[in-house]
């Protein structure tokens, strides 16, 4: 029974493999709480100005000139 210790090239990449997957998934998080921040504040300002008795608080999009 003997095992061959692990090559520290394969293993040098394997870590690098590694930590660039770590960081993508720490990108995609941040992002979506970026996103979700964002929602959010929509959402509260949205019930702010329901909860002041206005109308019409739906934000309203304006087509891009050309």
Do not use: H, Y
Not at 44 to 66: H, K
Request: one cysteine or more; a negative charge; aromatic letters at 4%.
């Amino acid at each position: 029974m003997s095992t061959d210790p692990p090559d520290p090239e394969e293993d040098e990449s394997a870590r690098r493999r590694n930590n660039i997957l770590f960081l993508v998934a720490a990108v995609l998080v941040v992002l979506a709480g970026i996103w979700l921040v964002n929602k959010m504040i929509d959402l509260r300002n949205l019930q702010n100005c329901l909860e002041s008795g206005r109308r019409n608080c739906a934000p309203v999009e304006t087509p891009q000139p050309r």
